[in-house]
């Protein structure tokens, strides 16, 4: 696993996995989504780690994927990488779903896209008052990835979920508390420390209690996970190969609005 965007500590049992690529958002790009998988499922078969912790550095989350490397790949017609990299987002999922460890997300800034599902993947959140949450792939033209269409409608109601979903609009940490997307909000200097302090808490706790808590909170959705992220996979290749999928692209990289024309 390459350290480069991936940066992964460990500290008396806790690991905090952490997102580098600050000047982007900490939006994935090539083999990003490959080694944060590697680095959850070495951190989940690891006896002596307790907690995860998934976090960005700088002030995002995760701005989802680099639109710009997208846009390549859609310029040279490139499904199998694409397919790739969808696959790699599979394993990060399962990954934090099938660990028997706590896995936190701290939510510092903007969660997009990609990055707002990453965070719902995760069994707890904890977010700064100044963290935004999109599913901003509408926007693009493409589909919600990463488990989305399988976490978010079952948090809030149906028609919550699609109106996210189909327009793509930002919320702020209030309304993703309100709406029970978050555990807690925090200022953002105190971020880190209250993340920290959850992450103790959890450490301290019996390991083989929550473990169980876990896979029972879970464990009618195993089925059900596989074969979202299965449809999601074939969904989002679909977008990747329409003409709006590469307008919404082409729309971004040009910064202009998109001309959707519904093929």
Same mark, same amino acid.
């Given at each position: &696993?390459?350290?480069?965007?991936?940066?992964?500590?460990?500290?008396?049992?806790?690991?905090?996995?952490?997102?580098?690529?600050?000047?982007?958002?900490?939006?994935?790009?090539?083999?990003?989504?490959?080694?944060?998988?590697?680095?959850?499922?070495? =951190?989940?078969?690891?006896?002596?780690?307790?907690?995860?912790?998934?976090?960005?550095?700088?002030?995002?989350?995760?701005?989802?994927?680099?639109?710009? @490397?997208? =846009?390549?790949?859609?310029?040279?017609?490139?499904?199998?990488?694409?397919?790739?990299?969808?696959?790699? =987002?599979?394993?990060?999922?399962?990954?934090?779903?099938?660990?028997?460890?706590?896995?936190?997300?701290?939510?510092?800034?903007?969660?997009?896209?990609?990055?707002?599902?990453?965070?719902?993947?995760?069994?707890?959140?904890?977010?700064?008052?100044?963290?935004?949450?999109?599913?901003?792939?509408?926007?693009?033209?493409?589909?919600?990835?990463?488990?989305?269409?399988?976490?978010?409608?079952? &948090?809030?109601? *149906?028609?919550?979920?699609?109106?996210?979903? @189909?327009?793509?609009?930002?919320?702020?940490?209030?309304?993703?508390?309100?709406?029970?997307?978050?555990?807690?909000?925090?200022? *953002?200097?105190?971020?880190?420390?209250?993340?920290?302090?959850?992450?103790?808490?959890?450490?301290?706790?019996?390991?083989?209690?929550?473990?169980?808590?876990?896979?029972?909170?879970?464990?009618?959705?195993?089925? &059900?996970?596989?074969? &979202?992220?299965?449809?999601?996979?074939?969904?989002?290749?679909?977008?990747?190969?329409?003409?709006?999928?590469?307008?919404?692209?082409? =729309?971004?990289?040009?910064?202009?609005? *998109?001309?959707?024309?519904?093929?």
């Amino acid at each position: &696993m390459s350290e480069e965007f991936i940066k992964v500590a460990e500290d008396a049992g806790i690991v905090t996995v952490t997102l580098n690529r600050p000047d982007r958002l900490n939006a994935f790009v090539g083999h990003m989504r490959r080694d944060l998988a590697e680095a959850l499922e070495e =951190a989940g078969s690891d006896p002596h780690v307790r907690v995860v912790i998934i976090t960005g550095a700088g002030f995002a989350f995760c701005a989802g994927g680099d639109v710009h @490397f997208m =846009a390549e790949l859609v310029e040279r017609h490139d499904t199998e990488e694409f397919a790739r990299i969808l696959g790699a =987002a599979r394993r990060v999922v399962l990954a934090i779903r099938r660990m028997t460890k706590p896995v936190i997300a701290s939510i510092a800034g903007p969660a997009s896209g990609a990055g707002f599902n990453l965070a719902l993947a995760c069994d707890l959140r904890i977010a700064s008052s100044a963290a935004t949450f999109s599913q901003s792939f509408v926007k693009l033209g493409f589909h919600p990835d990463w488990g989305g269409t399988h976490f978010l409608p079952r &948090m809030v109601t *149906p028609n919550i979920a699609c109106e996210l979903f @189909f327009l793509g609009d930002t919320i702020d940490a209030q309304e993703a508390y309100r709406l029970g997307l978050i555990n807690r909000v925090v200022a *953002p200097e105190e971020l880190e420390a209250e993340t920290q302090k959850l992450a103790e808490r959890l450490r301290e706790g019996p390991a083989v209690s929550i473990a169980a808590a876990k896979h029972a909170v879970y464990a009618h959705e195993h089925e &059900m996970l596989d074969k &979202m992220l299965q449809y999601e996979v074939e969904a989002q290749i679909r977008c990747f190969e329409s003409e709006d999928g590469r307008e919404g692209l082409r =729309a971004f990289v040009e910064k202009r609005p *998109p001309r959707f024309t519904g093929k």
